[in-house]
């Protein structure tokens, strides 16, 4: 890959030069220029409203810069929707998987076209999927509808839609973000036949490993502005990378301190539950937890994983029986669980963590409210609230204006520091805490990671549940892995070995534990 | 009593929820409800009949009747797809503007004697014994048309591009959206269509299958019954028809049942009862309820396949559909 450079310089793939674009009150792009060479993987990469997404949707024709050039192999153009670009060999794989789940993979690559006409004879087009999948090495069987697909099949649908129509140039929305470890692999074995085949890949992260493993060059954005441009990736270290995207040191070893787990606090026994629509979610759970341990749930997402949390927090009804501190709380009301000490840290930040149109204020007292001094009978003391709120924003470095200032305006991290606070505030025995980093940049990710450490050394025992594995090594005592809503088994942190839990992830494998 | 006579007239009336079911179908498909079925259906049938009665041209009432239904829809289609207002607000609102202005246009109406579409019975399939004279005896030509509408809407839905890209557009616009797929006009083309043929089965009513205009007693909640089929049919064309024809059927068994002193040897419990009578007539109308309050929970309409954009207006960038 490195002898693309010997070669004399043909056109760039795509050449963005001196890129503006602005949202109302933001600039999401400051002057950002970034050049992909033919058959090269190139990294973007930046915290979470760096610019990054942004830039690429201007390049899939989804936002109009408000100055700047783009060139598409040597050619200025300028894109006013998605079907430009496709008509010049760019596809866009985004992060969020723009699937129909009701039709069949050929229909969802049909999609838009202008051929066929009217009348869809889907075992032609069967046919022809199934040629461009021998020759990228792409296989999912095309008659089946999404829904039955798993993730990684679905991600592959994604690429197959941009190789039939003809993209040259594919840009890949943080592709690893949802799939397993061994996905992943499989994921950087299509990227790298595919530039052997003459693609060209630009592929935005913020998972440093990735871009060393993967990528020939790479871009660095933060706040909107480059601070790195088409460097090599040869001598580049990870340390180097994070300082480039927070703009700051940061330690990647999170301190964990040996301590012996204590009494146990809670107790599912036996435990099933159904989903959203009815299904299996949970099939006869049991596990344990206990004081001052972290206990990691992974897997896929979908799972089980956001039922089991709703089980134990009061939000879904369940067989089985679920104890905390030996009281019984399955089936019961959220408010028993809250009593008896249970926090939440939901997976959906702004519909279930926070009401996002009320205050700080209001926020941090939403479990409280009705104790001494807050509440006083029917009443609320609003200056005890205050005064409540202006302690926890700064105990917990909230970064806001002011504590009236409506959660909606907070960035994911201050938010999510804002729930961890009256969380731990408020219910120090058990901690139920889904994806707590999910979406944070890495700034945040350290602090919120730390909040559980201290809340681990003080006694409370923590059920986390997350999709980083990397998160779960370290900070958790043991991790459970679930598939299909069955405990496949449990390992101890210190010594899981990460294949073994990516089989069971897919459940390939089972442990006895 | 008579299983033939229930058979034919079951499927003359519900060829009316018929194409109202089907027209909304298309809407619903396209992921934008509209609940003003009713509305769209009344001023259908009193601009179908007022047209026929001014210009003694039936069809051109026929027309005249699509064209209104098709407009008045528009009317949602701008409220929800442009101002990505709610659509359940909408609709209803939709109803009252449309019963309000066919109540009013329609004044006077009632005991006029325009031209009304004719009945034929088809030839040589008119002669097989019983189905020919229930299915191809002596009908309006537009249960005939409705028979067609069937297989072709399926058709058109699952095997066709176009009714490909309203699948997409329903279940998910943002998917089409990227691949160069106008959601907006896709919603307004279907909530167009869904609206015409409102109008259409409006006009069966007034100009065929129960010809005259009595006011809001014409369509007499049958826009209601067409919304419940939709979800009793799972968004399918072809069980919508079988559900229009079945709530037809039960519709004039009911009214039979009224008829005779004696049923089968024993005392007709119902006959000259008017209270037992009225609650009879009424269970159509109370399965309806049933269907929509069912019907309304998220969770169940996701376990009968409802399209899963139904009801959210869409708005390019915004995560999740």
């Known amino acids: ?513 | 009593m008579n299983l033939e006579i229930i058979l034919h007239a079951g499927l003359a009336t519900g060829t009316i929820l018929l194409f109202a079911a089907i027209g909304e179908i298309f809407a619903e498909r396209a992921g934008v409800m509209n609940l003003g079925v009713e509305g769209m259906m009344l001023l259908g049938a009193m601009a179908g009949f007022s047209t026929s009665l001014a210009t003694q041209n039936a069809w051109l009432g026929l027309i005249m009747a699509i064209f209104a239904g098709g407009i008045l829809s528009l009317a949602h289609g701008l409220v929800t797809i442009h101002f990505q207002a709610d659509q359940v607000v909408s609709g209803l609102s939709l109803t009252f503007l449309g019963t309000g202005l066919a109540l009013v246009l329609g004044e006077g109406l009632t005991g006029q004697n325009p031209p009304l579409i004719p009945n034929v019975s088809l030839p040589i399939l008119a002669s097989i014994p019983f189905l020919g004279s229930v299915f191809f005896t002596n009908h309006s030509i537009l249960v005939y048309v409705g028979y067609l509408f069937i297989p072709l809407t399926w058709y058109y839905i699952y095997k066709t591009r176009p009714g490909m890209h309203l699948r997409a557009v329903g279940e998910k616009p943002s998917a089409a959206d990227t691949l160069g797929i106008n959601v907006y006009r896709v919603r307004y083309f279907y909530v167009f269509v869904g609206g015409c043929l409102a109008g259409l089965a409006g006009a069966t009513i007034s100009l065929s299958v129960s010809p005259g205009w009595y006011s809001s007693q014409t369509t007499s909640g049958q826009g209601w019954i067409a919304v419940a089929i939709v979800i009793f049919a799972q968004w399918n064309p072809v069980r919508a028809a079988v559900g229009g024809y079945l709530f037809g059927m039960l519709r004039r068994f009911i009214l039979d049942l009224q008829g005779p002193a004696l049923l089968f040897g024993f005392q007709n419990p119902i006959f000259m009862n008017h209270n037992l009578s009225f609650f009879l007539q009424m269970t159509p109308f109370l399965l309806t309820i049933v269907a929509l309050v069912w019907g309304s929970q998220a969770a169940m309409r996701k376990r009968l396949g409802s399209p899963a954009a139904l009801g959210i207006p869409y708005i390019r960038g915004e995560r999740g559909l």
Not at chain 1, 97 to 121: A, C, D, H, S, Y
Request: glycine share 8%.
């Open chain 1, 1 to 513: 890959m490195s002898s693309i450079s010997n070669q004399p310089s043909p056109p760039l793939a795509v050449e963005m030069h001196d890129i503006v674009i602005r949202f109302p009150g933001v600039l999401a792009n400051d002057h950002v220029n970034l050049t992909l060479k033919r058959g090269e993987i190139h990294a973007l990469l930046g915290e979470n409203g760096a610019g990054k997404s942004t830039l690429m949707n201007s390049l899939a024709g989804l936002y109009k810069p408000v100055s700047g050039v783009i060139k598409v192999n040597g050619e200025v153009v300028n894109f006013n929707s998605p079907r430009d670009a496709i008509s010049k060999g760019i596809g866009m794989v985004y992060q969020h998987f723009m699937l129909v789940p009701t039709q069949t993979v050929t229909e969802n690559i049909l999609l838009g076209l202008k051929e066929p006409r009217f009348f869809v004879n889907l075992s032609i087009y069967n046919k022809k999927i199934q040629a461009l999948q021998e020759q990228f090495g792409l296989r999912v069987d095309p008659s089946a509808q999404i829904w039955q697909l798993s993730v990684g099949e679905q991600q592959r649908v994604e690429i197959l839609k941009t190789l039939y129509r003809g993209a040259n140039i594919l840009i890949l929305d943080e592709p690893t973000a949802v799939l397993a470890p061994q996905e992943i692999d499989d994921l950087m074995k299509t990227m790298r036949r595919l530039v052997e085949q003459d693609k060209s890949i630009l592929f935005i992260t913020h998972k440093l490993n990735e871009v060393t493993a993967v990528a020939d060059r790479l871009t660095v954005l933060r706040k909107g502005k480059v601070t790195a441009e088409g460097i090599g990736i040869e001598g580049v270290t990870r340390e180097k990378l994070a300082e480039l995207m927070v703009g700051r040191k940061i330690i990647f070893q999170v301190d964990k301190k040996s301590q012996k787990p204590g009494e146990v606090v809670l107790e599912v026994k036996n435990v099933s539950a159904l989903n959203n629509k009815g299904f299996p979610a949970l099939k006869n759970v049991s596990i344990n937890l206990h004081q001052g341990e972290i206990l990691g749930f992974a897997g896929i997402a979908g799972n089980g994983q956001s039922e089991l949390a709703e089980v134990i927090t009061g939000l879904r009804s369940c067989s089985g029986s679920i104890k905390i501190n030996g009281k019984q709380v399955a089936n019961q009301p959220p408010g028993k669980s809250i009593d008896i000490g249970v926090s939440h840290i939901p997976e959906d930040r702004t519909g279930v963590g926070t009401a996002p149109n009320m205050s700080i204020t209001e926020n941090t007292i939403m479990k409280n409210y009705d104790q001494e001094p807050i509440g006083n009978r029917w009443k609320i003391n609003f200056t005890s609230a205050r005064e409540y709120a202006t302690r926890l924003k700064d105990k917990y470095e909230i970064l806001a204006p002011s504590i009236s200032t409506q959660a909606r305006k907070l960035s994911g991290g201050n938010l999510q520091k804002l729930i961890l606070a009256r969380e731990i505030s408020c219910c120090p025995s058990l901690m139920v805490a889904v994806q707590p980093t999910r979406g944070l940049d890495v700034g945040a990710i350290e602090a919120i990671q730390n909040l559980l450490l201290e809340q681990r050394e003080n006694g409370t025992a923590i059920l986390l549940i997350s999709e980083e594995l990397e998160e779960l090594l370290s900070l958790c005592d043991r991790i459970a892995v679930i598939y299909e809503g069955e405990l496949m088994g449990v390992v101890e942190a210190a010594d899981a070995n990460l294949t073994n839990i990516g089989l069971m992830m897919t459940g390939s494998m089972r442990s006895q534990a």
